[in-house]
T-cell receptor
Framework: DAKTTQPPSMDCAEGRAANLPCNHS???????VYWYRQIHSQGPQYIIH???NNETNEMASLIITEDRKSSTLILPHATLRDTAVYYC???????????FGQGTTLQVKP | DAGVTQSPTHLIKTRGQHVTLRCSPI?????VSWYQQVLGQGPQFIFQ???????GRGNFPDRFSARQFPNYSSELNVNALLLGDSALYLC??????????????FGPGTRLTVL
């Protein structure tokens, strides 16, 4: 079973920031937080990951709370092409078994 | 550079038949993982292979098997197909280092329909 809880759906206006929350209250010390997204009918796409520090790359920012029990993925300027299912996954770094939950369906609206 | 490629794109089989799905990882990637995605659900982990050895197995029956070849490509085999095996089968590759197992690059998938 997935170790994360995400809202099933969210809406965001085009051009605004999309903030996607994830709860992972049982995360262990050696587990990272990973975010993937899946655009309809395509394979999932890696977005970002982090352990305890906030992370930023060209796609998004990841904010992890100090107690590591929750995190937020931020898409700073959402576009229509960001409409997708977003998955938050916690996993030790040394195993490749990603456990996907139901994810959050993000709908970006014009 | 080419991404992860999978073949075939679509496949239709009947119950009881056998199917082989193929995956070529990104050049230089030595780990391949397989996932099953039933409509409306997130992907479910089936297998992971690294350097031709099985490194992980999900909760799937023995009808599912896989292997990895010396060139790091992989095959997923499913015997005695059931209607419930109808799904999108995803292959993912990763450049395995200490912290790279989970930065996986997914292919477009093979859509299997069992009639």
């Amino acid at each position: 079973d997935a170790k994360t809880t995400q809202p099933p759906s969210m809406d965001c206006a085009e051009g605004r920031a999309a903030n996607l929350p994830c709860n992972h209250s049982t995360i262990s010390g050696n587990e990272y937080v990973y975010w993937y997204r899946q655009i309809h009918s395509q394979g999932p796409q890696y977005i970002i990951h982090g352990l305890k520090n906030n992370e930023t790359n060209e796609m998004a920012s990841l904010i992890i709370t100090e107690d590591r029990k929750s995190s937020t993925l931020i898409l700073p300027h959402a576009t229509l092409r960001d409409t997708a299912v977003y998955y938050c996954i916690v996993n030790p770094s040394n195993t490749g078994k990603l456990i996907f939950g139901q994810g959050t369906t993000l709908q970006v609206k014009p | 550079d080419a991404g992860v490629t999978q073949s075939p794109t679509h496949l239709i089989k009947t119950r009881g038949q056998h199917v082989t799905l193929r995956c070529s990882p990104i050049s230089g990637h030595k780990s391949v993982s397989w996932y099953q995605q039933v409509l409306g659900q997130g992907p479910q982990f089936i297998f992971q292979y690294y350097e031709k050895e099985e490194r992980g197995r999900g909760n799937f029956p023995d009808r599912f098997s896989a292997r990895q070849f010396p060139n790091y490509s992989s095959e997923l085999n499913v015997n005695a197909l059931l209607l419930g095996d109808s799904a999108l089968y995803l292959c993912a590759s990763s450049l395995v280092g200490t912290y790279s197992y989970n930065e996986q690059f997914f292919g477009p998938g093979t859509r299997l329909t069992v009639l």
